[in-house]
């Protein structure tokens, strides 16, 4: 397994270990820290809008050699740059304040072309990183919002002026067109997302690229988000196709600060399988199969 960090050399096989959201708190830090010490996660993206950032600082400073990216997250801390969130004027009550109200929220402006809180708020989360002495190696989102053409094109223009390496697209179509690995039952709903996703990476690469940004060839971790075995991580593991393929993961343990505000105003999502991922993330398998990549 290359180091996150550096850029491969071609037509080579490189796994990133991608944990999301480092910064989300305490006990999410411990799991991911955790699994980079003790397992096979190499990467970590960070959100500066969440309790447990100035915690995830002092994790990163004592561990260099973890790549840190940004998980911009649009969707649930409170906004950075001093205005409302897009979708403050829309709809009512609970439904308003829905991950699915507001994730249609940003994707009908950004359709729009109405980009300028999206511009301002993920300005303000890159610069509070760099401003805490964070390198950024790559960007990505709270529940991959970014993929979406019309971000993604902001976010490779960021990228760009920022200096950061690379950003993640979702591209599935290796481990699920082929049917040769095992494939858990997933919902309908994230399975057609997974397909639009893909259909939408190969046009941002060719956007990224433009802008001179790389993108991973090949994702893994949507689909079955939450539902990660060894046996499949495993069969993934031994049919690794060439090129960059990022592992997306969300490993962490879950203790008593979850029942405080803010974190029980919030409906997180995965918290049921994240003690599960700390477990198999760092299990002597997968330990051995990544030492031969």
């Given at each position: 397994m290359c180091n996150a960090t550096n850029p491969p050399a071609p037509h080579t096989r490189t796994l990133i270990v991608n944990a999301d959201d480092l910064g989300l708190s305490r006990s999410i830090n411990l799991g991911i820290l955790e699994c980079f010490k003790n397992g096979i996660v190499n990467s970590a993206s960070l959100m500066?809008?969440?309790?447990?950032?100035?915690?995830?600082?002092?994790?990163?400073?004592?561990?260099?050699?973890?790549?840190?990216?940004?998980?911009v997250d649009l969707l649930r801390g409170e906004p950075l740059c001093g205005t409302p969130h897009p979708w403050h004027h829309w709809g009512r009550g609970r439904w308003r304040s829905s991950l699915r109200a507001k994730t249609a929220a940003l994707f009908i402006d950004s359709t729009l072309r109405k980009t300028g809180w999206i511009e301002r708020e993920t300005r303000a989360q890159i610069e509070r990183a760099l401003r805490h002495g964070v390198t950024i190696r790559h960007l990505d989102s709270e529940r991959n919002v970014h993929v979406f053409p019309p971000i993604f094109r902001l976010f490779a223009r960021l990228a760009r002026e920022y200096q950061i390496p690379?950003?993640?697209?979702?591209?599935?179509?290796?481990?699920y067109s082929r049917g040769t690995t095992p494939c858990v039952q997933t919902g309908s709903f994230r399975r057609v997302m997974s397909t639009l996703l893909t259909r939408a990476a190969h046009l941002n690469r060719r956007y990224a690229a433009r802008?001179?940004?790389?993108?991973?060839?090949?994702?893994?971790?949507?689909?079955?988000?939450?539902?990660?075995?060894?046996?499949?991580?495993?069969?993934?593991?031994?049919?690794?196709?060439?090129?960059?393929?990022?592992?997306?993961?969300?490993?962490?343990?879950?203790?008593?600060?979850?029942?405080?505000?803010?974190?029980c105003d919030h409906p997180f999502y995965l918290t049921g399988s994240r003690p599960h991922e700390v477990a198999l993330l760092t299990s002597p398998l997968l330990r051995e199969l990544v030492s031969d990549v």
């Open positions: 500066v809008t969440m309790p447990g950032f100035e915690d995830a600082l002092s994790h990163i400073r004592e561990h260099p050699t973890l790549s840190v990216g940004l998980h690379r950003l993640r697209a979702i591209n599935e179509d290796f481990f802008h001179g940004v790389g993108v991973n060839d090949h994702y893994f971790g949507f689909r079955e988000s939450g539902a990660l075995s060894l046996d499949r991580l495993s069969s993934i593991l031994k049919e690794l196709p060439p090129g960059i393929t990022e592992l997306g993961c969300h490993p962490g343990f879950i203790d008593d600060e979850w029942s405080r505000p803010p974190l």
